[in-house]
């Protein structure tokens, strides 16, 4: 059964795939997984591959992983590392749920980052 999650990640994918000239079968023997599979996931018959398939995709394909990370719904590993070692990121970010944020919100927080260079080597 397809899911619009999983066609949008599967389109977005298939997209990039062509965009770098990539066989579906090549891709496929890169990251070790079977053409079936790799063409399920392109349909949108299946959902998003487990992260560290969309790692090797997003390598392969010489990409930013976030682009397929988030077209998948998925944490990149680094974030959650991050954060699950700086108790204030998940104790800020249990706010920012608790108080309903929007993207609009999380734009102007990274302006404001940014407007007064908070973080380290920004001083």
């Known amino acids: 059964m397809k899911t619009d999650h999983a066609d949008s990640f599967g389109e977005i994918l298939r997209n990039l795939r062509l965009e770098a ?7 496929a023997a890169s990251v ?12 949108g018959n299946v ?15 010489n990409i930013d992983k976030a682009v397929l990370l988030s077209s998948a719904g998925k944490l990149d590993p680094d974030l959650s590392s991050y954060i699950s070692e700086k108790t204030g990121a998940a104790d800020f970010l249990r706010m920012a749920r608790d108080k309903g944020f929007e993207d609009d919100d999380w734009a102007r927080l990274s302006k404001m980052v940014e407007l007064t260079r908070l973080g380290k080597g920004e001083k």
Request: no cysteine; aromatic share 2%.
């Open 21 to 27: 000239g990539i066989g579906l079968r090549e891709l």
């Open 32 to 43: 070790q997984i079977s053409p079936g599979y790799l063409s399920d996931i392109e349909q």
């Open 47 to 61: 959902g998003p591959p487990k992260v560290k398939v969309i790692l090797s995709l997003a390598l392969a394909l």
